[in-house]
């Protein structure tokens, strides 16, 4: 299948349930903007930071850490050096297993000066953004409900805004970084709207999704199944023993935005066919 082709498949498969009117964001886009994406993250090497994590009823949600994990997997097992971003207490929860910068926020500080030594020290490759709050046009941060969560979900926005290398933000309801990329044509949504722009923006059903699209396409060049090698389940699981909650019940169960594990491994199952690790059914 012709690359730009299996790329607005991709997008279209993302964005097929709607639940938070993704279907607009994507209208908004230049279609082929998973392969455009991808590209920017094929034989990568060096540091590839992935910010995630929004903070829901004192802990942190399951939809943006199971999608930063299995990016940070995959790209480590094409040879980069992935870090996660996040906040307390998904810094602390993850930091045993798995490289990471801790985002605080102090009272006053737009993150910037953080962000500009880190970038100046470790020169990243990319940098990859998956569900992290991005800044509305007031300089706050809001959930979905429009609840203010500034005091809560640390800074990340300066990372993508002066980095020198690519950046990529994937997000499923408007208030995520790299929104700002469009944020006029989803001005009309029930969301306090980020401004935080980005290189290239991906939009998904669940942003976990987003990151699966991802690896759709370098698993496709590195001719390695890499989808097959990820489970959201067992993901889900190690997020749960660790006091994650679902950002929309904010209960602590195995789902992600509602949704039970057999929608991701649905979607997995269908990305895994349109690149050919997978026959399609009769």
């Known amino acids: 299948m012709d690359e730009q082709v299996l790329s607005e498949a991709i997008e279209t498969l993302l964005v097929a349930r709607n639940p938070r009117q993704m279907q607009v964001a994507r209208a908004a ?3 082929g903007y998973y392969l455009r994406a991808a590209q920017r993250l094929r034989d990568i090497r ?20 199971v999608g930063a994990i299995a990016l940070y997997q995959a790209l480590q097992a094409l040879g980069a050096e992935p870090m996660i971003a996040c906040a307390t207490p998904l810094a602390q929860v993850l930091a045993s297993a798995y490289r990471i910068l801790p985002l605080e926020r102090e009272p006053a500080d737009d993150g910037s000066a953080l962000a500009a030594g880190w970038l100046a020290t470790h020169a990243p490759s990319a940098i990859i953004s998956i569900e992290r709050p991005g800044m509305a046009a007031d300089g706050r941060y809001y959930n979905m409900r429009g609840e203010d969560i500034s005091a809560g979900c640390g800074v990340f926005d300066p990372f993508l805004t002066l980095a020198e290398c690519p950046t990529i933000a994937i997000g499923d ?71 994650s909650v679902d950002g929309v019940t904010r209960r602590n169960t195995l789902t992600e935005d509602g949704l039970p594990p057999s929608e991701s491994e649905s979607v997995i199952r269908q990305l895994r066919t349109l690149t050919g690790f997978l026959e399609a059914a009769a």
């Open 29 to 31: 886009l230049p279609a």
């Open 46 to 65: 060096g540091t590839v930071l992935i910010g995630t994590g929004f903070p829901v009823a004192g802990t942190f949600e399951t939809d943006g850490p």
């Open 173 to 243: 309801g408007g208030n995520e970084i790299g929104m700002g990329n469009i944020a006029n044509a989803i001005a009309g949504l029930d969301i306090q709207v980020s401004v935080t722009p980005c290189d290239e923006l991906l939009v998904a059903d669940v942003s976990n999704w987003g990151a699966y699209g991802l690896l759709a396409f370098l698993g496709l060049w590195s001719e390695r199944d890499l989808l097959a090698e990820f489970s959201p389940l067992a993901t889900l699981r190690y997020l749960s023993e660790r006091g």
